[in-house]
Each structure stands twice: as structure tokens, then as C-alpha cells.
């Protein structure tokens, strides 16, 4: 349990933390932090929380990182399902608070509410295959990067700031395309408040940040297998 609600802050404080930086500071006038600063707040979530719950849950923050664990021979299959709920239990409770926050400026509109997206919806117009092209493979290095950082034989003391920054790194590259998922728990939460097309086009970024998980995961046990 303490497993479980350690992964449920987290989750809460990735989605406040990112997509609060982007709906609430990235286009503020004048002194906006923009796509540079929005990559910055999500990879800074992830470091403090390896720091303040590594210890107690592995800061996993995601399902696609679950999964992509389990099956690199890291992570007991029994425990993927319950962290996945307190994933998405999370990182709904995240956006609920950016939300009623959000509603406290006048003139508020919800619009995609930093939702991923692709077609229109993608902030550079970018595809269906250049977003399912983007979020693979940016999940695949994404779970590359955290399967090394915390082998047993990488300095374990690092793993959190190295892994933070990945994360930081792929938003750099992927926000035009999809806003940048890699994390279904994040993409689920933005979509129940953004309605419409947000949840329609849902399927893609649990599809994706998977399947770029389940590749990763088979790669690096084949190429550096580990079982802490």
C-alpha cells in the first residue's frame, strides 16, 4: 500500500508539476517559459520524486515504465496492474488540482488543456505516423535510459538526475510533434478534462508509450541483463 500511494503523489506531482508549467506559465505574456521551460518542469518532477519516493516504490510515475520494468527483469508482473491504477488515480487527482486552479483566472478556457494529440490537435500539425513513430521511440530510448541508469553496475546515486533529464531531452524534441505522452497516465488525465477529441485520440498514446516500453524492456534484458 505505502508502495501504491507513493506512486499515486508522484504521478500527481508529474502531471501538476508538467502540465501545470504548460497550461498555467508556458504562453504567459511576456515571461512565458515556453516549450524549453515546459521540458524542464516535466524532467524536474521526475528528479525530485526519484529522490523523495525512489526509496519506497522506484518512482516508476507511469505505466509504460511498469511494464517496460516487469519485462527487462526488474519489476514483479503481480505489482503492474496495482501501480498502473495508482498511476492513473494520480495523475487524475494532478490534472483535478491544476483544474481548479486553472478556473480561478476570469475569462479561463479549458481548450486542450496540454492534452496530446496528433492532426490538428498536435501543436506542429505533425501526423498519426509521425506521432506513433515519435511516441515509440521516444518511450523506447526513455526506458533505454532508466534500465541503465539504474543497473546495478551504472552509479546509483545519478539514476534520478540522469533519468530526469532524459525526460527533459525527449520533451525537447517531441512537444511539437504530440505535446509529448510517453506516459499514458499523463495523457489519460488531460483528456478527461479536455473531452472530445483529447479522448478519442487517447488510444495512440497508451498504444505507443507501451509498445516502445515492451521493446525496450526485451532489448536491454537481451543486452544487459539484471535482476536488482
Sequence with gaps: MKKLVAEFIGTLWLVLGGCGSAVLAAAYPELGIGFAGVALAFGLTV????YAIGHISGCHLNPAVSVGLWLGGRFDRREVIPYIVAQVMGAIAGAGILYLIAIGKPGFEIGGFAANGYGDHSPGAYSLWAALVTEVVMTFMFLIIILGATHSQAPKRMAGLVIGLGLTL????????TNTSVNPARSTSQALFAGGWAIEQLWLFWLA????AILAGMVYKWLSPDKE
Excluded: D, E, Y
Excluded at 528528479?47 to 526519484?50: E, I, K, Q, R
Excluded at 525527449?170 to 511539437?176: F, K, Q, V
Excluded at 508509450?209 to 516502445?212: E, H, L
Design 47 to 50: 528528479v525530485t520524486m526519484a
Design 209 to 212: 508509450p507501451i509498445a516502445g
Design 170 to 177: 525527449i520533451h525537447l524534441i517531441s512537444i511539437p510533434v
